[in-house]
């Protein structure tokens, strides 16, 4: 008796949920945005605040009304930040979930599996990753917002060459990262007529970089120090650059421009630069600075929505999806070649990445200048440049 | 005699060629046809490494190397060099079964622990120099592959191809393609099982000192179907390298010879038809938990380890097992 009602109440749940659902399909349809991101795994660091970013954003666009009057929807899976699994997953946005746009890949791995597909399935794609191969050719369906590693590699020397340093000693992880970084550096460096006189490298499971700091200390002529990498190893030689006691400039890349790097070199750090989003130092940035009102919006928004801090990563997303969100309005449909035409010609558009200004040639759309030069300073972030 | 010949060595196959045919009515979108290709990819070279761990009871926790291997050649020489996708398998095979071979020797002679220790090391080399020799590889951000070709055809999952009049899309032919490798090689192992070979090898599963008293050749016969599994591997590596137009370490790395093991034990060691369900069940995992991804890796060490708890022998003879039982009591009710 019993089972029967219980089956009869779930039949007419059934029927009342499908009912729900055709009348909300009904009501509009709403533009798909797929998204693949390593939430969990070795880079969720990364995936984790693109999440938080994406979801948060997708809420609050949808409750001023959405985007050509539809409302968004976000699809997402986990990558685990494996690339076959990130290609597998970007195959199932295209195919099975048939998404109009792809916002995602947090990783450079992540990203380059999945753009044969987004070429032959000819879907916009706007990646999260950093690598310079990734818009470098230009792929017709692919971009990216954040800078790439040569623009920070640029960025750096040039705050060098401004103090006066023609000779550098690089040391640099073994990982896609530092290795990727380690090339840029090399080529600019020949660019800019620079020299690198010490080229050294460590493996990401070292936990003392003492003897390749050591040569590079005792190479002739080196005027400054750059380190290349990413995760523990730069908090490691910041702090052997500490105890050798090198009196020279030390640089990091953006790869460690974050708070927690800060807890993690301690007093070490201190008189350190490197090149990082304006996200780091919102209030110093000064009044006229375009970017100072969506930047200081961003943090606010979501340390408040999270209760977490702000990572200069989940605003990667920020920009990602107000790209997309603005190309679709441009375009005035989810039209494929419509959009990605829309997007390439983006122009101006003021993010919290830096300000971009895409074109057929450049699918990226930032400039060196978007990076800001910091310093710390008793253990806190000082805008220098 | 023909029957009984029939029911021993062909029966499996038609059963999975049987499921083949049938399948694609059960495949609603091509991202479903993406995943069984990926599942009889992956399914063909745990029947290889049956070979070695359900039949000659040997461990290898680094086959995932050799699937790295093949898959670096033939995207290299596709890709780098512009070699047709053919010989580029088949030179890569060759070449994966003499490293096999020169590695093999010395690790064979090692037991238990120290064999998997071994093993263990090989796939870790491999994924080390993949990962390392940038100028080849592309390193840990890894490298495209182009679309495979056979005899003058671009097989792309993307492309639109007419086969005997009927029009199939990429994916379908992908599918095709792959079924036809599967069964091939199912076949071959079943073949192999049979033979001589098979029999010497399970005899050194049961005892290798028994075996070489009786005058088997056990250094000779274990190298072999070493050789054996990881050509199986080098040529699957090549036709996975292909379908996912990139590849990055991560095809050599410890974890997917870990997944490699656990199909064989998962479907049931020594049971041919038993590691591809094993490969099934465990391929389809990340896709139907892909709303819980923190269970992932919660759900697969339960499995493994309830398998190992419940059905030591595996998914299918367990199953199988309870069902002949069944058939049995009641055919012996009746009687």
Known sequence: MLKTMMRRAGKCAVVAVAGLMMMSAQAAEPIKIGSFLSVTGPASFLGDPELKTLEMYVEKINEEG????????????????????????????????????IVGGSTTGATMAAVPLMEQAQVPFISLAGAVVITTPVKKWVFKTPQSDRMAAERILADMKDRGI????????????????????????????????????????????????????????VEAVLNFGFGQGPAIVTRNYAQLGIELPFYQSHGVASDSFLELAGSAAEGLRLPASPL??????????????????Y???????????????????????????????????????????????????????????????????LTADSFRILEVQNGNWKLID | MLNRFMQSRLRGLMVLALILIILPAFLGNPFHYELVIQMAIIAATVVGLNLLVGFAGQISLGHAGFFGLGAYFTGIATGTYGWSSVPALVVGAIAVGIIAWVVGRPILRLKGHYLSMATLAVGFIIAIILNN??????????????????????????????????DISGVQAWYILVSVVLLLAVWFAQNLIESPIGRALRSVKGSEVAASVVGVDTAKYKSLVFVISAIYASIMGGLYAHFQGFITPAVASFEFSILFITMVVLG???????????AVVLKLLPQVLADFQELETVMFGLILMLTMIF???GLLPTITAIVSKRMRKKAGGEA
Not at chain 1, 174 to 199: K, N
Request: aromatic residues 8%; proline residues 4%.
């Open chain 1, 66 to 101: 959405g985007v050509l009057g539809r409302p968004l929807e976000l699809i997402h899976y986990d990558d685990v930040g494996n690339a076959s699994s990130a290609r597998n997953f970007a195959s199932r946005l295209i195919r099975s979930d048939q998404v109009d746009i």
């Open chain 1, 166 to 221: 023609t000779k550098i000693g690089l040391i640099s992880g073994t990982d896609g990262f530092g290795s990727s970084g380690r090339t840029q550096t090399l080529e600019v460096a020949e660019q800019m007529g620079m020299e690198v006189v010490a080229d050294e490298t460590y493996s990401g499971s070292d936990t003392d970089m003492t003897a390749q700091l050591t040569n590079i200390r005792n190479t002739k002529g």
């Open chain 1, 280 to 297: 780091l130092v919102p209030d110093s940035l000064p009044e006229d600075d375009p970017q100072k009102d969506v930047v200081q919006n």
């Open chain 1, 299 to 365: 943090k606010s928004e979501y340390e408040a929505r999270w209760d977490a801090k702000v990572s200069t990563f989940g605003a990667y997303a920020y920009d990602g999806l107000m790209l997309a969100v603005r190309a679709i309005e441009e375009a005035g449909s989810t039209d494929p070649e419509a959009v990605r035409e829309a997007l390439e010609n983006i122009e101006g558009y003021v993010g919290v990445t830096g300000e971009f200004n895409m074109s057929p040639d450049d699918h990226n759309g």
């Open chain 2, 133 to 166: 020799e940038r100028a080849i590889t592309g390193g840990p951000d890894g490298m495209p592959v182009p679309a495979l070709d056979l005899f003058g055809w671009e097989l792309s999952t993307f492309g639109q191809y007419s086969l005997f009049g009927l």
């Open chain 2, 268 to 278: 049931g060691m020594g049971s041919t038809l038993g590691v591809i369900l094993g």
């Open chain 2, 311 to 313: 059905m030591p022998k």
